[in-house]
Every structure is written in structure tokens, then in C-alpha cells.
């Protein structure tokens, strides 16, 4: 089982960036599916986006177009640029890795988009 670590939130006036660092601790990291998920109070956790080593990325729809997601296998890291941020962008941001059906979750760092 793999052990992530985000980094990288904070507090972000509206139309602001902000880029999320997660680090990943384990074997074989290049195996697994990548993502970033968030979870807004009141809400359910939601996807923000997923990425393969073949390099495939998926998107959820609030966040197309603003949101980059990469990865890096050889340091076991997946980053997230977020651009153009709105109020509602606000959540705790979680990484996520997938692999044959088992989910492992890092404990989330918070971005806040206000003025």
C-alpha cells in the first residue's frame, strides 16, 4: 500500500492560482492511477482529476480548462495546478492512488478561494 502526503494549500483570492503537491511512499509507484479528489462542506467527495503513467488525464467537469494535473514517476509525485480559482473551488483537496480496485488516501490539505 502506498502512503501519500499533499502539500501546497492555502488561502487564494478569487482568480488567483495555487498549485497541490502530493507525495507518494511505496513501491512501484508508476503503477498506479493518480487523482485528486475534493470534498466541500456539506458535500460529497467529489473528482477532480485522475492520470495514468501511459498519460491519460480525466477531468471532472467544474474543473476543465483551469485544472492541470501531472505526474512524476521518477521522484513519485502528482502535482495540481489550479488556475482561475472561484469560491467555490473551496474544499479540502484529497490525493488519491488506485490500484486493482484498492483506493489509498492521503488526509487532505484545505484550499480556501475567498476575498
Known amino acids: 500500500q502506498v502512503q501519500l502526503v499533499e502539500s501546497g494549500g492555502g488561502l487564494v483570492q478569487p482568480g488567483g492560482s495555487l498549485r497541490l503537491s502530493c507525495s507518494a511512499s511505496?513501491?512501484?509507484?508508476?503503477?498506479?492511477?493518480m487523482g485528486w479528489y475534493r470534498q466541500a462542506p456539506g458535500k460529497q467527495r467529489e473528482l477532480v482529476a485522475t492520470?495514468?503513467?501511459?498519460?491519460?488525464?480525466n477531468y471532472g467537469d467544474s474543473v476543465k480548462g483551469r485544472f492541470t494535473i501531472s505526474r512524476d514517476n521518477s521522484k513519485n509525485t502528482v502535482s495540481l495546478q489550479m488556475n482561475s480559482l472561484k469560491p467555490e473551488d473551496t474544499a479540502v483537496y484529497y490525493c488519491?492512488?488506485?490500484?486493482?480496485?484498492?483506493?489509498?488516501w492521503g488526509k487532505g490539505t484545505l484550499v480556501t478561494v475567498s476575498s
Open positions: 492520470v495514468t503513467s501511459g498519460g491519460p488525464r
Open positions: 511505496g513501491r512501484m509507484f508508476s503503477t498506479y492511477v
Open positions: 488519491n492512488a488506485r490500484r486493482y480496485g484498492v483506493d489509498s
